[in-house]
T-cell receptor, first 114, second 111 residues
Framework: DAGVIQSPRHEVTEMGQEVTLRCKPI?????LFWYRQTMMRGLELLIY????????DSGMPEDRFSAKMPNASFSTLKIQPSEPRDSAVYFC????????????FGEGSWLTVV | KQEVTQIPAALSVPEGENLVLNCSFT??????LQWFRQDPGKGLTSLLL?????REQTSGRLNASLDKSSGRSTLYIAASQPGDSATYLC??????????FGSGTRLLVRP
């Protein structure tokens, strides 16, 4: 299995631009998580989906952030408009109901907003 | 609100030493506790998982313990090697299946 695949791996964008991060979970996994990692705040859960349905988005920082999961094999995290304080590593992770003890992380999308 | 704390924030040891990383959490109502390893520029790799009903788990040179009542876990690394250098993250899973992470311990094992 290819694991959780994220794109882009690195992105540098100007303040005010729209940013779209993509994630392909492991095939068959029905839970998908988006995390953000910064030096100041560590790893924070932004939102998670079960069977493509958003379950808890309480970690989404502002209305500028939105996440979708149109099907079981694809999810996006969008920031519009982006701000310098959004600079962070964004991780996607997936797991399987009944095996929530085994969570697999992608290698992250490194976002820099200048 | 669950909070996870890891001590120390950074640790530097000579190769061969045994070491202990500490993790504490404020709410004992957890589903499980997991230890992850993160290498620079990489994602997270799960090392050990302890279910809430368990006391410890072992994998090779790693041993993790859990004392749920006191809200503590330790990760013991025996005979440390330079390849163990990484950031180690502790995370607890709450009843809604959310993983809540500590800020990590940056470990450097000097040859």
């Amino acid at each position: 299995d290819a694991g959780v695949i994220q794109s882009p791996r690195h992105e540098v964008t100007e303040m005010g631009q729209e940013v779209t991060l993509r994630c392909k979970p492991i095939s068959g996994h029905d839970y998908l998580f988006w995390y953000r990692q910064t030096m100041m705040r560590g790893l924070e859960l932004l939102i998670y989906f079960n069977n493509n349905v958003p379950i808890d988005d309480s970690g989404m920082p502002e209305d500028r952030f939105s996440a979708k999961m149109p099907n079981a094999s694809f999810s996006t995290l969008k920031i519009q408009p982006s701000e310098p304080r959004d600079s962070a590593v964004y991780f996607c992770a997936s797991s399987l109901r009944g095996r929530l003890d085994t969570i697999y992380f992608g290698e992250g999308s490194w976002l820099t907003v200048v | 609100k669950q909070e996870v704390t890891q001590i120390p924030a950074a640790l530097s040891v000579p190769e061969g030493e045994n070491l202990v990383l500490n993790c504490s959490f404020t709410d004992s109502a957890i589903y499980n506790l997991q230890w992850f390893r993160q290498d620079p520029g990489k994602g997270l790799t799960s090392l050990l998982l302890i279910q809430s009903s368990q006391r410890e788990q072992t994998s090779g040179r790693l041993n993790a313990s859990l004392d749920k009542s006191s809200g503590r876990s330790t990760l013991y690394i025996a005979a440390s090697q330079p390849g163990d250098s990484a950031t180690y993250l502790c995370a607890v899973m709450d009843s809604s299946y959310k993983l809540i992470f500590g800020s990590g311990t940056r470990l450097l094992v000097r040859p």
